[in-house]
């Protein structure tokens, strides 16, 4: 009886420690939504991945917090009457280098009303015109 209840233990604690392990292997992105003129918080914003079928919405504070499985390249920033805006989450250091930004910052989003636009990137030798 106490083999068995030594066995069962040790497959318990396997368990619980694969669990810890997997649940340590997700990665958290978090930070607050304003708006670009107001400078106040936006709630309700949906904050989603590409390569994810996660989505979470902020709050009235503007506080956002999602949680992936894997490092994702960009997080996308989307509501009604504001400019959909999409945030990259690794940035390419001298061509080679890659390490993921830190968050817990503002992002702002501008409403379409906003005499502000983000500006558009055009990539080196990209010629398309």
Do not use: W
């Amino acid at each position: 009886m106490a083999i068995k209840n030594g066995i069962k233990m040790k497959k318990t604690f396997v368990l619980l420690l694969i669990t810890i392990i997997l649940l340590s292997c997700s990665t958290k992105y978090h930070g607050y939504v304003y708006d670009f003129d107001k400078k106040t918080p936006v709630s309700n914003v949906e904050v989603y991945t590409k390569d994810s079928l996660n989505i979470t919405f902020s709050a009235n504070d503007g506080y956002f917090k999602i949680k992936v499985k894997e490092k994702v390249k960009e997080l996308i920033f989307k509501k009604k009457g504001f400019q959909p805006h999409v945030l990259k989450t690794i940035s390419v250091q001298s061509g080679e280098f890659i390490r993921e930004l830190p968050f817990g910052d503002t992002i702002y989003l501008i409403s379409k009303n906003s005499k502000y636009s983000r500006p558009i990137i055009t990539l080196p030798g990209n010629n398309d015109k």
